[in-house]
């Protein structure tokens, strides 16, 4: 079983900045990238960064230049620095591990709330 928790959200101004972590433990898989999801009510799930083995960050365009993903493999950890943070970046963010094989692993959710 692996367990998947984040931390970090909150409520910020337009134009703030927030980070958020993910931690990762139990009986860890092959990992084959490490994730960030998001989603706002009424919006279906959709990804917003990833980050892999190369730890080269792979980012939603929304997010280009102003988010960026990292990772401690070592740690089994990924943070999501969040920069000019808009209105419509208001959502629960999800942290998942996917791995080689079989379905993601799934954080409980964080709640970031960006007050206009």
């Known amino acids: 079983q692996v367990q998947v928790v984040e931390s970090g959200g909150g409520e910020v101004q337009a134009g703030g900045s927030l980070r958020l972590s993910c931690s990762a433990s139990g009986n860890m898989p092959v990992i084959k990238f490490m994730a960030w999801h998001r989603q706002a009510p009424g919006k279906q799930r959709e990804v917003v960064a990833t980050i892999g083995a190369s730890g080269i960050g792979q980012y939603a365009d929304f997010v280009k230049g102003r988010f960026t993903i990292s990772a401690d493999d070592a740690k089994n950890t990924v943070s999501l620095q969040m920069n000019s943070l808009e209105p419509e970046d208001t959502a629960v963010y999800y942290c998942?591990?996917?791995?080689?094989?079989?379905?993601?692993?799934w954080g409980q959710g964080t709640q970031v709330t960006v007050s206009s």
């Open positions: 998942a591990v996917h791995p080689i094989p079989g379905s993601p692993y």
